[in-house]
Nanobody
Framework: QVQLVESGGGLVQPGGSLRLSCAASGSIFSTDVMGWYRQAPGKQRELVARLSRGDYTNYEDTVKGRFTISRDNAKNALYLQMNLLKPEDTAVYYC?????????WGQGTQVTVSS
């Protein structure tokens, strides 16, 4: 079992930055796919960024060049650096681990981009 806890969300002005953190308890494997997802009000949850084996990354088109996903294996942590934030980035952000047929999710952290 893996438990995930996100932190770092908040209110930020357009153009600002936030760094989300996800602390994982339990065993994390190098083959795990780790990712950040978000869900805005009235919309479906969508992938924001994903980190796969070999540190291969992929990003949702609207965040490319602004967001960076990274992990710290020693700390069992996943991060999302978000720069040049826009109002349309407002959502609840979730971290997740995808392991074979199983997936583990955090409780989410709210990010609000507004002036």
């Amino acid at each position: 079992q893996v438990q995930l806890v996100e932190s770092g969300g908040g209110l930020v002005q357009p153009g600002g930055s936030l760094r989300l953190s996800c602390a994982a308890s339990g065993s994390i494997f190098s083959t795990d796919v780790m990712g950040w997802y978000r869900q805005a009000p009235g919309k479906q949850r969508e992938l924001v960024a994903r980190l796969s084996r070999g540190d291969y990354t992929n990003y949702e088109d609207t965040v490319k060049g602004r967001f960076t996903i990274s992990r710290d294996n020693a700390k069992n942590a996943l991060y999302l650096q978000m720069n040049l934030l826009k109002p349309e980035d407002t959502a609840v952000y979730y971290c997740a681990i995808l392991r074979g047929p199983n997936s583990y999710w955090g409780q989410g952290t709210q990010v609000t981009v507004s002036s």
